[in-house]
């Protein structure tokens, strides 16, 4: 349950103290003085933090935590560093190998725990990300490019728009023409094309009680659907080290105080794009992946897995409303000789233009799925005897009416189906039961073909 | 951008009064006097959030909201109700007909906000689920009974374990034994079973200052892996209407004072328990979703559709590396032959057989993938010729040299593959296609099979 937390410290005392604030805070804490004890402990258990010193200069503290960071294995441990000047460029510097934050000593300890609840509680949906990435990666990377492309939308709140920070009209200038900068009160731009942003940078300086504006705001944002997802700079007045640690704990990203560079809030800025890209491509990735799941890739009908329980629960409301239903089981006729004749480049040619004809010829409330190679199934709801006989018999005539003209350097091809009809739910509770129903079509499929084929056959005991 | 709200009263004022408390709040909103002109409202324009007015008799509000809540095109509107009487029995029957809390006049303000956005926070989350359902349906349909089958595991939190309120101990005990209580401060229980409960009941009854106290343990519960997605139900000292407001502004998703009855309480846990089931089961989905998109439902190997990608994240690894890798193609040899003789249930069953066996005889780090009817793909990272030679001869052997003993009543089959190899990034950057490695693959399979099949042969420019 606890943060599992590293501290690497060569002086004993800074060890201890720091490892007594965290363990009272019921975090996992271990801490070692060197590189190498690190490493070892590292291989032993991963933590999900490491707290590391800057001021030793008998180890190379940047180039480690570059390479913890250029590791996939270790990519995803946040890293906070201490005991450094606090002068820009030190900052800088430790930002360049991807620590995340650099805790002048006397480390405050409001803001140490609220940096460090902040960085698990991003860290835990990084993971999340991380652990689906063995599927995920296959099915978003394609997708790369196309949610990298938009250009990052950026909205700057701030107090006053009449006397707008230097650092705000920076910022915005760097992502002009994708930024506004918008007032902190009144925040949600009116019918604004750009409404959804990526990022907020929140100035609280200027602001009489920034906390309470802070804690309305957060709430506001996590609120709406456009702007739920975005992430937040928040920068506060410098030395307000009390209102940076609640801007973690009320949900901000990242947190600075307002006289870093400018260079510094450009970096953190990239960085929390980069990280809200992460999240869309893993969104897209989810969606995507769901879709694939249920689809048949060739013909862009759904699969069987989708099919099973559709059916099942279509019986089930066919049941409440006392309606009846039909399912269809339709096959192309000599199939294998086709495809024999011709290649499967035509079969598959010929496959995906029957989907379309037939999914042209159906209702949007009727299902169809591609169920086997050269077997289709369609399930009408509401549907009786009389009205299932008129859609097969559309079915069928849609296919041998017009010949398959796949290719110029071929006549195009007479393709039939024979289809075979159940209706469900008409006569007998069983009937409900969409495995006997589709059986019963199976039946009479193959009835269909027996008899000569291209043509449609009712089960029998629906006549 | 804004959210959608729509006021039902049948007094002028207070329409009013409240639909300018909402807009000013930047919310669209529409006001209505009766159903009639809500459903009419509705029709055209469906909201996000419904508040309602309990307090005229003409119209039966209760049967209204039952049905939005029953009806699944609506059911995911949240409804707050207004104008009652507050008692027990007024608040029950609200609850009952699945109207979210009930705020009697005159309407606190900050708690009315504080409540919107809270309730379209809950809904923003369960309309990505419903977005997905149309896909997510279909794989997550024969889990249900899995994912509601673990009792719910409930930790009560309280200022004083000495001295625990009735309704905590109440609480506790209709979720025994899987119910514990903790104090507030100290809420991590150490190596404890129980560490990961569906929902927290906190109680701030007793608590100094309790807005800073539910501050700090709400940023803590959002921090930790097993805390984070647990639901949270709020109480509050009786008439303390801000630190209520505050509690669902740090995301609580439900809020009570202190003095309700044992059975509002109860009401409360069972809807937060049942929100609980349904993201987990949508996180059960997802997971099952992306792994069902990149698998073969028949022999549970990858498909075609994780290979592609990998393949190409595995050239370019290696050539990064400087190393070479391998990539076969795998043909059972005659299986239509087998399909024809023996069945497709047989020739399903060899599938699988083979599939188990040739994933045996592979490394961790090898990839094997069904790509066709027949046909695998397998990739062997950091390769040579020589190591991709003796573990292509090992898998056919390992086919051949063991006939597959299928069913009870028939004969042992034999069985033997054709293997075609070729290896990659060995001598050229081109060697670094993926899709020209698998294209020699090809061209050798097709070599073994014109050469007598049942052997293994290597792509001529890899040898």
Redesign the interface.
């Known amino acids: 349950?606890?943060?599992r937390i590293l501290i690497i410290d060569s002086v004993a005392t800074n060890r201890i103290i720091l490892k007594v604030k965290l363990l009272s805070?019921?975090y996992e804490v271990t801490a070692v003085s060197n590189q190498l004890q690190a490493q070892a402990e590292m291989d032993h258990d991963r933590p999900d933090l490491i707290i590391v010193d800057l001021a030793d200069r008998s180890e190379d503290r940047h180039a480690f935590c570059a390479a913890l960071r250029d590791d996939l294995q270790t990519s995803d441990i946040a890293i906070l560093g201490t005991g450094t000047a606090n002068t820009a460029k030190a900052r800088l510097a430790a930002l360049d190998v991807g620590i995340k934050d650099v805790l002048p000593h006397p480390i405050d300890d409001a803001f140490l725990l609220?940096r460090?609840?902040?960085l698990?509680?991003i860290k835990?949906v990084n993971?999340e990300i991380w652990v689906?990435d063995t599927?995920?990666?296959?099915?978003g990377?394609?997708d790369e490019k196309r949610t990298f492309a938009h250009a990052a939308h950026v909205h700057l709140l701030t107090a006053s728009t009449a006397v707008v920070p230097q650092i705000i009209r920076d910022t915005a200038d760097s992502y002009s023409p994708n930024a506004q900068i918008l007032p902190l009160d009144?925040h949600?731009?009116l019918g604004?094309p750009l409404?959804?942003p990526d990022l907020y940078v929140i100035d609280t300086t200027g602001v009489r009680d920034p906390q309470d504006a802070l804690?309305?705001l957060?709430?506001?944002l996590?609120?709406?659907?456009?702007?739920?997802l975005a992430t937040q700079l928040v920068i506060v007045p410098d030395g307000a080290t009390e209102v940076a640690a609640?801007a973690?704990?009320?949900?901000a990203d990242d947190v600075v105080m307002a006289s870093v560079c400018k260079a510094e809030v450009g970096h953190r800025c990239e960085m929390l794009l980069q990280q809200k890209r992460k999240l869309d491509k893993f969104h897209t990735?989810?969606?995507d992946?769901?879709?694939?799941?249920?689809t048949d890739?060739l013909t862009g009908l759904?699969n069987r897995?989708?099919a099973?329980?559709?059916l099942?629960?279509l019986a089930e409301k066919t049941q409440q409303a006392g309606q009846e239903f039909a399912i269809m089981m339709i096959d192309i006729d000599h199939f294998k000789a086709v495809n024999d004749t011709h290649g499967h480049a035509t079969g598959d040619a010929i496959l995906r233009t029957l989907a379309a004809r037939l999914r042209k010829n159906l209702r949007g409330i009727d299902l169809i799925a591609r169920v086997g190679g050269e077997e289709f199934l369609v399930a009408l709801p509401q549907s009786s005897r009389d009205m299932a006989e008129l859609t097969a018999d559309r079915l069928r005539k849609v296919v041998n009416g017009t010949p398959f003209d796949l290719r110029s350097d071929q006549a195009p091809l007479n393709i039939t189906v024979s289809i075979g009809v159940a209706v469900g739910g008409a006569e007998t509770v069983d009937q409900f039961n969409t495995d006997a129903v589709c059986l019963l079509a199976d039946g009479a499929l193959y009835a269909a073909k027996s008899a000569g084929r291209n043509q449609v056959s009712f089960a029998a005991s629906a006549a």
């Not at 599927?135 to 099915?139: E, V, W």
């Not at 992946?289 to 249920?294: F, I, N, S, T």
């Open positions: 349950m606890s943060g805070a019921q609220a460090v609840r902040s698990l509680r835990n993971s689906r599927a995920g990666r296959a099915l990377f394609e009144r949600v731009p604004d409404a959804s804690f309305r957060s709430a506001d996590r609120s709406r659907t456009a702007t739920r609640a973690l704990d009320l949900g990735t989810v969606k992946g769901l879709k694939a799941a249920v890739p759904y897995r989708y099973d329980p559709y099942k629960a």
